[in-house]
């Protein structure tokens, strides 16, 4: 009974582990606009929020103007 | 030090900085590693107009991710940098990068006259006794 069990665990590990991976993955490369102010305060932006969706096109806009695209 | 110095200084320092300008409130530039300028200056006042209008308040650094890269822009009073990296940049390093190379070029000092040298103070006459 154990000898069955245990690929059945370990195959159940391993996807845990790789959802874990592929969502700290995409997480972190999210695209997002951090604004920080005179008085200390921040405020960051993450794709989907209306702010962001105008600010990400004139950040790339940017980024393409510097690599000459 | 020189805008032009200030700038080389920072890509030497990081390796993360692709490009960067030092520019003004008007947009006038000061300083840059980019052969043609004006488009990356003018995206990033764009940028930075957005940026205003998403919320009040004096603005100082602006960061912006991408998947590609991110933008970073750092202002003093009247006077900016700008400079784009590739993604998932170290974001404090950059930012303390470009706030040096901001710094360093707000001090260039202005050209002046040399200032004459001080004089050396005179020697004490020996008193008189002293050839008695």
């Not at chain 1, 245990?6 to 490369?29: D, K, N, V, Y």
């Not at chain 2, 200030?6 to 530039?29: H, K, W």
């Not at chain 2, 590739?86 to 360093?104: H, I, Q, S, W």
Request: charged fraction near 25%; aromatic fraction near 4%.
């Amino acid at each position: 009974m154990r000898r069955r069990l245990l690929p059945l665990l370990a195959l159940l590990g391993a996807w845990a582990a790789g959802i874990a991976l592929l969502r700290r993955t995409t997480g972190r490369r999210r695209e997002r606009v951090d604004l920080y102010f005179e008085d200390g305060s921040m405020q960051s932006l993450s794709n989907g929020a209306p702010e962001a969706a105008r600010l990400l096109p004139l950040a790339r806009a940017a980024l393409d103007a510097a690599r000459g695209g | 030090m020189t805008a032009e110095q200030a700038l080389a200084d920072l890509t030497e320092i990081s390796s993360q900085v692709e490009a960067a300008a030092l520019f003004d409130a008007n947009g006038t530039v000061a300083a840059s590693t980019l052969a043609e300028s004006e488009p990356f200056v003018r995206a990033v006042q764009d940028l930075l107009a957005a940026a205003a209008e998403a919320r009040q308040g004096s603005l100082n650094q602006l960061e912006a991710s991408t998947l590609t890269g991110s933008v970073f822009v750092v202002r003093d009073g009247d006077s900016y940098i700008a400079a784009t990296t590739g993604p998932e940049p170290t974001v404090a390093l950059v930012f303390y990068d470009l706030k040096t190379a901001l710094r360093a070029a707000a001090l260039e000092p202005a050209p002046k006259k040399a200032a004459p040298r001080p004089r050396a103070p005179k020697k004490k006459q020996e008193a008189d006794g002293d050839a008695a």
